[in-house]
């Protein structure tokens, strides 16, 4: 268990309200990632970060952003949230050297966008 | 476009009896290619995974068979419990990038 906390676990908010979820690990890993689980999609990445202030998109980035000031923190903001980005976000984790690419995920915070 | 499938939405077996879950991807630059199970409510957690360069991995009662030529493989679970019941989703990655790419799971129920 590679010590992943996700905050809020659960949010209802409206739309066009900015929204900021957070990751926080203890772990130390390099690497994080924001992942959304859809039915009907499996979980697609968002934006990933690979060390401090270092970030990239994924395959489904538009209408979020992500800062990462600190290791242990990976946040992921909807600057104006959609009824379409209502989903199960996971937060996950790896470390550098790696050798199976296996990723350690978090909880989960379930999203409503009204 | 989806390049890790998983075809079988769900799966249902007997107690004791053998479950086979199946994932089929069409990137050949893929070089890991790993399990992960999920309970409601919860994240997935790793179960096994296996290199490119190798055909089986085993783990306990998990048994991961990659056959390349077909880009094909399987978990293998043998024998089935009450407490394999999950969502089970395939994933891969390649050296060049960051991301697992996640079939869509199938939902395996092992019944007593």
């Known amino acids: 268990d590679a010590g992943i906390t996700q905050s809020p676990r659960h949010k209802v908010t409206e739309t066009g309200t900015p929204v900021t979820l957070r990751c926080h690990q203890t772990?130390?890993?390099?690497?994080m990632y924001w992942y959304r689980q859809d039915p009907g999609h499996g979980l697609r990445l968002i934006h990933y970060?690979?060390?401090?202030?270092?970030?990239d998109k994924g395959e489904v980035s538009d209408g979020y952003s992500v800062s990462r000031s600190k290791t242990e923190d990976f946040l992921l903001t909807l600057e104006s949230a959609t009824s379409s980005q209502t989903s199960v976000y996971f937060c996950?984790?790896?470390?550098?050297?790696?050798?199976?690419?296996?990723?350690?995920f978090g909880p989960g915070t379930r999203l409503t966008v009204l | 476009d989806q390049q890790v499938k998983q075809n079988s939405p769900s799966l249902s077996v007997q107690e004791g009896r053998i479950s086979i879950l199946n994932c089929d991807y069409t990137?050949?630059?893929?070089?890991?290619f790993l399990w992960y199970k999920k309970y409601p409510a919860e994240g997935p957690t790793f179960l096994i995974s296996i290199s490119s360069i190798k055909d089986k991995n085993e783990d306990g009662r998990f048994t991961v068979f990659l056959n390349k030529s077909a880009k094909h493989l399987s978990l293998h679970i043998v024998p089935s419990q009450p407490g394999d019941s999950a969502v089970y989703f395939c994933a891969a990655s390649s050296n060049s990038g960051y991301a697992l790419n996640f079939g869509k799971g199938t939902s395996l129920l092992v019944t007593p």
């Open positions: 990137n050949s630059m893929f070089d890991y």
């Open positions: 772990e130390n890993h390099r690497y």
């Open positions: 970060s690979y060390g401090v202030k270092d970030t």
């Open positions: 996950a984790t790896s470390s550098a050297g790696q050798v199976s690419h296996e990723q350690f």
